[in-house]
T-cell receptor, first 113, second 111 residues
Framework: KAGVTQTPRYLIKTRGQQVTLSCSPI?????VSWYQQTPGQGLQFLFE???????NKGNFPGRFSGRQFSNSRSEMNVSTLELGDSALYLC????????????FGPGTRLTVL | GQQLNQSPQSMFIQEGEDVSMNCTSS?????WLWYKQDPGEGPVLLIA?????ELTSNGRLTAQFGITRKDSFLNISASIPSDVGIYFC???????????FGGGTRLMVKP
């Protein structure tokens, strides 16, 4: 069974631009969560989607948004990029929102110049 | 918000030694999870704990869910070079039942 895939793996943007990251969960998984990982702040929860609905949201500004499609694939968008948005963005999928066993993708490394 | 204190932040040990790391919280969690992250990869789930006092093993790894539900530890016995990586604890609980991660323990093993 294929694991969680994230595209692109690496991305370089400049301040003020916007970016869209994609995540394809494991087949049959309906819940997708997004995390931001930085050396200083560690792993921080962004949001969780289940059946195309946002179930939980972390403490991030409104520039960070996401959505989930009917096939469970998810995208997250960051608008008006800031230098501090440089991070590894991780996506994790689970069968459903009641399951704790999250499977992480390899992440998208975003660098903002 | 909920805070997870994970210690130590880093460890440099000799191959064959046992390793112990722990996480403590000011809040009660319903679930404790332990992950390992290799460079350039996402975290991989090692052990999941669901009940206070639960002790679970996965090969050379053993983890326990503290009785108070505010702490957990992970032990690695007879370390080998491939144990190198960053180990994260994570607790689930509180409003929204969200997952909160510890700061990680970077493990280095000298052959």
């Amino acid at each position: 069974k294929a694991g969680v895939t994230q595209t692109p793996r690496y991305l370089i943007k400049t301040r003020g631009q916007q970016v869209t990251l994609s995540c394809s969960p494991i087949s049959g998984h309906r819940s997708v969560s997004w995390y931001q990982q930085t050396p200083g702040q560690g792993l921080q929860f962004l949001f969780e989607y289940f059946s195309e609905t946002q179930r939980n949201k972390g403490n991030f500004p409104g520039r960070f948004s996401g959505r989930q499609f009917s096939n469970s694939r998810s995208e997250m968008n960051v608008s008006t990029l800031e230098l501090g948005d440089s991070a590894l963005y991780l996506c994790a999928s689970t069968v459903d929102h009641s399951t704790d066993t999250q499977y992480f993708g390899p992440g998208t490394r975003l660098t903002v110049l | 918000g909920q805070q997870l204190n994970q210690s130590p932040q880093s460890m440099f040990i000799q191959e064959g030694e046992d390793v112990s790391m722990n996480c403590t919280s000011s809040s009660i969690f319903n679930t404790w999870l332990w992950y390992k992250q290799d460079p350039g990869e996402g975290p991989v789930l090692l052990i999941a704990l669901y009940k206070a006092g639960e002790l679970t093993s996965n090969g050379r790894l053993t983890a326990q869910f503290g009785i108070t539900r505010k702490d957990s530890f992970l032990n690695i016995s007879a370390s080998i070079p491939s144990d190198v990586g960053i180990y994260f604890c994570a607790g689930r609980g509180g409003a929204g039942n969200m997952l909160t991660f510890g700061g990680g323990t970077r493990l280095m093993v000298k052959p």
